[in-house]
């Protein structure tokens, strides 16, 4: 799964030049990097609307118009990319609101003893790239105005990141990816394409700081290199 990421680039010009959106949009919205993003947390997406791409603030975890709760987002953080035309949760959304979830890395945990030992994977170059998403905007009984919550699509891990966990986020890895998955009429063989495992080279990973483990803390700390501990280091070689 792909229960926490980042997005650490400081440069907004840079961030908006690889997601493919205006620049403005980041400055309204006072863009400001992501060190340990959390679900139900709020955070924004990129959609495309008659080919442009924006940005839209949104809420992590899926929820959609018959829910009985915003809670049920905690569910609905991931979504298999096996079972998104099948599963209700996200078979709407998998056929007509796709969205890229803008980051630079993601965490996952291995287990030494009852303490949980964070690896951050990351590109080699640090650069931002696109979670394959999806997203809903729905109003739920008794609220006045719709919300905007998405999803993460899993897939089978790479080999890098098989040492550690069993599933990763589909990453679309160039702006070609994140075209053909945005496109509204795109066929759904063509989707399915898209989501696999990143290329072993796209990712590397990195020991951090056991501060990543709660969510209260945001800041460059969390992705801090460590020493590997013991048992870690032939996980990550």
């Known amino acids: 799964m792909c229960g ?5 680039e400081e440069n907004q010009d ?4 690889v997601l493919g959106v205006p620049v ?7 863009y400001t990097p992501r060190y340990n993003v ?18 839209r603030p949104a809420t992590w975890g899926l929820v959609n118009w018959y829910e009985t709760s915003r809670r049920e987002g905690a ?24 969205c890229v979830v803008p980051a630079d890395g993601f965490f996952e945990w291995s287990a030494e003893g009852k303490q949980r030992i964070p690896t951050w994977f990351h590109r080699p170059d640090r650069q931002v790239f696109g979670f394959a998403g999806l997203f809903t905007s729905a109003r739920l009984a ?7 919550t998405f999803t993460i699509i899993t ?3 790479n080999e890098v990141v098989a040492r550690v966990h069993d599933r990763m986020p589909v990453i679309l890895t160039d702006d070609a990816a994140m ?15 898209l989501l696999v495992p990143a290329p072993v080279h796209f990712l590397t990973a990195t020991p951090v700081s056991t501060r990543v483990n709660s969510v209260v803390n945001d800041d460059p700390e969390c992705i801090e290199e460590v020493p590997p501990r013991p048992g870690q280091g032939t996980l990550l070689l």
């Open 24 to 30: 403005e949009q980041l400055v309204e919205w006072s």
């Open 155 to 157: 897939t089978e891990p």
């Open 38 to 55: 959390a679900p139900m947390q709020p955070y924004w997406i990129v959609t495309s609307d008659q080919e442009a791409r924006s940005l």
């Open 75 to 98: 569910k609905h953080i991931n979504a298999r990319a096996d079972s998104l035309a099948s599963r209700r949760p996200y078979r709407e959304a998998f056929a007509a609101t796709r």
């Open 179 to 193: 075209d053909e998955w945005l496109y509204p009429k795109q066929t759904p063989k063509r989707l399915q394409e």
């Open 14 to 17: 840079e961030v908006a030049r």
């Open 142 to 148: 008794g609220e006045s105005e719709p919300t905007t």
């Open 4 to 8: 926490r990421f980042t997005i650490t």
